[in-house]
Every structure is written in structure tokens, then in C-alpha cells.
């Protein structure tokens, strides 16, 4: 068996396997489309639950704004606490912030956060990459990646993303500075894009400059969907808070812009200073914070919308887009005042979706799940299916389909895409020759519909 199936193992062999979880006491159940959800509590207790990220390991990965990063085993609700970071400063709304995982974890455990801290009596915020050992259960080696950025105990951000180009996107607030969010050379009310090793890329949109997008007041959620697109929440002041397509070098108007576009000088800021307007906006505000895409048979209604969790609102919203995915369809509230805050989403890849509450006592990670959905592992919620073969596969694997023109993407357990293909014809190559050996899942659609299976590479 390969390296990287050997780590996955023995990560899994730490806690039980997905399948031997009890279900836990229904809390509430509510209807998406004529599937019936159940939320239940995984794990209670916690402090201000800031981020959950699926680990590659198939344990959730956690921050607690008070500076705590856990792992949290998926079949028991156990919480294995890695690190109390020793210099954050959770002050008001600041703490430890974002966290992400490095794509390639099984060699390289790097572990990416953000969190506040206080230097020479000031508020600042800092990116840091940590070490995970599986064997001492704890992260080390804090290496700082970028720091000193302005910070106030309000509009600090930060959610990170890491794209397949192995670059790593990291969302700040303007830290009530407000004209730092158009000015380029600040750090503050931006989305930043750093290599891995904290240095600027070569492709950025200004030479030298970290900037990727500008004019931001306090981005909270970013995603990223398999075809590539970028979206962002963002809280507005006491009206507009935003939904964003994230478009390269693309200004996104703060503080001169609320909003839309729709007043005199707004409407000549954004002609002259590259503006992209927000998909849906909500006055009054609700407080927008993760943002997740959902694309699993387990929950079809919910199937190529974006989630989002709200903290004011104290709800969750399903969020359709078009085709084009530049426009937002429809707002669609669920769990309404059952939970209180809500910050953190995750959604992993068999179809559970993971809400982070920010209560400040008791928090606890909620579940929802489609307890009826048995996956095959041959076919989706519809009778649409194809043979895949050999499998598991080497270099090469065969996909035969019902119907020609179908689109294969296949993805790692992450939700990465890793590779895609138009199939011509009703049978497609694919060619594995530059994947990493390991468990990944193929999704086929067509007009007939989609499918997806589990795809093991050796």
C-alpha cells in the first residue's frame, strides 16, 4: 500500500470509522424539498467555535476564537485539543481566526491559522503555519508567514483558502481603518493571495504585492467551487451585507461604495475604479460568516447552492445560483433562531454538513444529515449511473457511461478538484498517471443526470 493510504489508516485507526457513530438525539428536523434533515449535536461545550475544516485524516479540524485547535473525531464527537496557541489575544471579536490544511498533508503537515496577538501594546493580526505530529497528537513549530497587520477588536476577517495552484487566499477586515481598504499598499480590507511559504507570487496583480482583490469592509466566508469560481461573504455596517463573486485584481467598493452601486458618486467610483458588485446584498444586516457549496446526492435540494451560516440572523441560507453563477436566485432560510449564532460551516464528503455555533457558552458543532440517504457507491439519488474500471486503478481507469457528453469530475476527499474531462463519447480514459495514490470520488453528469463513486488509486 502507498504512503499516502498507509497515513489516512492510521489516522483513521486513532478513532471509529464514520459508519460506527450512534446517531445522537435528534434536535429538530426540517424539510429541504421533500428530504427530511435532522440536526443533532456532535460535540457540546466548546468556546466560540471560529472554523471547521474536513481533514484529510476524515476528522473535523477546529479553532476556538480563545486560541484552542482541535480535532474532532466524527464518529464519537471526542475532542483531541492539538495546541492552545500561547500568544493570541481574544479581545472582542479578535482571536484565532481561520484555519486551512495543506493539500498534500500526508508529506507535508502543515497546518495554516489566523489569529490576533499584541505587539508593543497594539492589536495586530498574523498568519502562521503549525506542524502536525500524528504520534505526539499536537502541532509545534510556529513559523510566522505574514504579520504585524492592523487589528482592532472588530473587522479582523479572516478565512483562508488554498487553491489547487498551491497559493493560499486569506481575507482581512479594515480593522476600522476604513480608507486602508483602496489603498493597495495596506494589508487591511483585502483579500490576500500568498505562495505557501508566505512570499508573494509571481502572477499577483501588482508585482510584489500580495493584494488579489480590494475595497472589502470584513470578509468572513470565502469558497471556492469545483470550477474554479470564488465567492465571499461580507458584513456590511448597518445595512448591506454582501454576497461576492471574487474576480482577480477586481475592487469591491468599501467604504465608498454600500452595496450597490445606485447612487450618483457611487455609481462614478465604480465606473472609474473597476467595481464588482455584489450578487444579493440584505438590509438590515444579518451577519454573514462561513460560506460552503454543497454538492452531494444525500441532500438534493441542496445540490450546487451555496450555504451560509449567520451570526446576527442566527439562521442558515441556501443560497441557488445560476447557471453562469453570477447571480443568486433565491434566499432559502432553514433552522431559524434554533441554534443562536452560527459562524462555521463544513461540509464533508459524504454529505453531512457541519455548523460551528458562537454562542459564547456551550457551543457545540451541530449535524445535518439525511438519515434515510444509503450511498451505493454505483448510483445517486436518481437511476443515472456508470462503470468504472479497474478500480482501484493505476495509471489509467475506464469510465463507461449511459449517455454521451458527460462531464467527469474527480475529486479528493477534501472536495479538490484534481481532474476533469468532457467524455465525446459514452467511454472516457482517464489518466491518473500525476494523482497521488489514495481514495477519491468520480462524479458523472449529463441531461440524464449524475452520479458519483468512490474511485481508489494505488
Excluded at 500524528?134 to 504585524?148: C, F, K
Excluded at 463573486?245 to 465606473?271: D, M, Q
Excluded at 443526470?449 to 494505488?458: C, H, I, L, P
Amino acid at each position: 500500500m502507498k504512503f499516502l493510504r498507509n497515513a489516512i489508516l492510521a489516522f483513521w485507526a486513532i478513532g471509529l470509522p464514520l459508519s460506527a457513530r450512534a446517531q445522537a438525539p435528534a434536535l429538530t428536523t426540517f424539510l429541504v424539498g421533500t428530504t427530511t434533515v435532522t440536526a443533532s449535536a456532535l460535540t457540546t461545550g466548546r468556546s466560540h467555535i471560529w472554523e471547521l475544516v474536513w481533514g484529510p485524516d476524515n476528522f473535523l479540524w477546529m479553532t476556538e476564537r480563545g486560541g484552542r485547535i482541535s480535532r474532532v473525531d466524527p464518529a464519537t464527537g471526542q475532542v483531541q485539543l492539538l495546541l492552545t496557541v500561547p500568544d493570541v489575544t481574544p479581545t472582542g471579536e479578535s482571536g484565532l481566526l481561520g484555519m486551512v490544511l495543506h493539500p498534500d498533508f500526508a508529506t507535508m503537515p502543515y497546518v495554516y491559522a489566523v489569529y490576533n496577538y499584541t505587539a508593543a501594546g497594539d492589536l495586530k493580526e498574523k498568519l502562521v503555519r503549525f506542524t502536525y505530529s500524528a504520534a505526539a497528537n499536537s502541532l509545534t513549530a510556529p513559523q510566522v508567514l505574514l504579520g504585524n497587520i492592523e487589528a482592532t477588536t472588530t473587522h479582523s476577517g479572516s478565512r483562508l483558502l488554498i487553491l489547487p495552484d498551491r497559493t493560499l487566499l486569506m481575507t482581512t477586515g479594515d480593522a476600522q481603518l476604513q480608507p486602508e481598504a483602496q489603498n493597495r499598499a495596506s494589508l487591511n480590507g483585502k483579500i490576500l493571495r500568498l505562495n505557501l511559504d508566505g512570499t508573494v507570487p509571481a502572477d499577483n496583480p501588482t508585482p510584489g504585492s500580495l493584494v488579489f482583490t480590494l475595497g472589502h469592509r470584513n470578509p468572513q466566508g470565502l469558497v471556492r467551487l469545483p470550477d474554479g469560481r470564488l465567492y465571499s461573504s461580507e458584513h456590511g455596517p448597518s445595512s448591506d451585507d454582501e454576497i461576492n463573486k471574487i474576480e482577480v485584481g477586481r475592487n469591491y467598493g468599501w467604504p465608498n461604495v454600500h452595496g450597490n452601486c445606485n447612487s450618483a458618486s457611487e455609481l462614478t467610483f465604480c465606473a472609474a475604479n473597476n467595481v464588482r458588485e455584489p450578487l444579493t446584498i440584505w438590509t438590515p444586516t444579518i451577519a454573514p460568516a462561513g460560506l460552503a457549496y454543497y454538492d452531494h446526492p444525500a441532500i438534493p435540494g441542496w445540490r450546487g447552492n451555496l450555504l451560509l451560516a449567520t451570526l446576527k440572523h442566527q439562521r442558515l441560507v441556501q443560497l441557488p445560483l445560476n447557471p453562469a453563477g453570477d447571480a443568486i436566485t433565491a434566499r432559502i432560510e432553514f433552522l431559524t433562531n434554533e441554534f443562536g449564532r452560527l459562524r462555521a460551516i463544513c461540509v464533508a464528503p459524504n454529505g453531512k454538513v457541519y455548523l460551528g455555533t458562537s454562542n459564547g457558552f456551550n457551543d457545540r458543532i451541530i449535524i445535518l444529515e439525511n438519515r434515510a440517504y444509503v450511498a451505493t457507491g454505483t448510483r445517486a439519488a436518481s437511476d443515472f449511473s456508470f462503470d468504472l474500471f479497474p478500480n482501484p486503478s493505476r495509471r489509467q481507469a475506464t469510465v463507461q457511461l449511459p449517455k454521451a457528453n458527460a462531464l467527469l469530475t474527480l475529486r479528493d476527499l477534501v472536495g479538490r478538484t484534481v481532474l476533469t474531462l468532457r467524455a465525446a463519447g459514452t467511454t472516457a480514459t482517464l489518466d491518473l498517471s500525476n494523482l497521488r495514490p489514495g481514495t477519491y470520488l468520480l462524479q458523472a453528469q449529463t441531461a440524464a443526470g449524475s452520479a458519483t463513486r468512490q474511485m481508489v488509486v494505488e
